[in-house]
């Protein structure tokens, strides 16, 4: 089975432009970063609630808690909030007025939770206008997989991050290529 490809820095400005231009551009942003920038599952961005991001003062929390019937191992887990994740937290809750708690965190058109399978069809949908082949859904996570493990990570805090119950899962989701063997020898 062909993994997800993983974008590059120049593909996923196309994406961040493309989506902009678009309709529901703060939602779909808003989506698009939690796959890049927390490594999240589809399944685990359409159960995000208000409640998950934000505190009971209304404040963006440091951490997600992602409930444990809504992850793949069916375990809880901590998705740390950084500062680029936190600004785009801040940027979509300033479009959209403060809901109930329990209330999905992204919406579908029809005011609707997303379903894992819609959402995975709208990242479908956005690599395909930003014509790039062989993107889905799980690209958002290969990118923050790689992209930690090439910024000298441990492995068991990317396992960890990730919800990955055995380190060569999260090996399979490492992207290599030339420039990075080149840039590795180099360090030499």
């Known amino acids: 089975m062909k993994q997800a490809k993983v974008l590059s820095e120049a593909e996923l400005k196309?994406?961040?432009?493309?989506?902009?231009?678009q309709r529901h551009a703060a939602r779909n942003r808003m989506a698009v970063m939690l796959s890049f920038y927390a490594g999240m599952r589809v399944g685990e961005?359409?159960?995000l609630t208000i409640g998950d991001v934000l505190d009971g003062e209304g404040r963006i929390r440091d951490q997600i808690i992602l409930r444990a019937e809504t992850t793949k191992?069916?375990?809880?887990?901590?998705v740390?909030?950084?500062?680029?994740?936190?600004?785009?937290?801040?940027?979509?809750?300033?479009?959209?007025?403060?809901?109930?708690?329990?209330?999905?965190?992204?919406m579908t058109q029809k005011d609707t939770a997303f379903s894992p399978n819609t959402l995975c069809q709208l990242f479908g949908r956005i690599y395909k206008d930003?014509?790039?082949?062989?993107a889905s859904s799980h690209?958002?996570?290969?990118?923050?997989?790689?992209?930690?493990?090439?910024?000298?990570?441990?492995?068991?805090?990317?396992?960890?991050?990730?919800?990955?119950?055995?380190?060569?899962?999260?090996?399979?989701?490492?992207?290599?290529?030339?420039?990075?063997m080149r840039a590795a020898v180099e360090g030499l």
């Open 14 to 21: 196309r994406v961040i432009a493309l989506v902009a231009s």
């Open 45 to 47: 961005i359409a159960a």
């Open 73 to 78: 191992r069916a375990e809880a887990r901590a």
């Open 80 to 106: 740390f909030v950084n500062g680029k994740l936190r600004r785009e937290f801040e940027r979509y809750l300033s479009v959209f007025p403060t809901r109930d708690r329990n209330s999905p965190f992204l």
């Open 130 to 134: 930003a014509g790039i082949d062989g």
């Open 139 to 180: 690209s958002g996570r290969r990118w923050f997989i790689t992209r930690l493990a090439h910024s000298g990570v441990s492995p068991k805090v990317i396992m960890t991050l990730a919800g990955h119950r055995n380190l060569s899962t999260t090996q399979r989701y490492i992207e290599v290529n030339d420039h990075m």
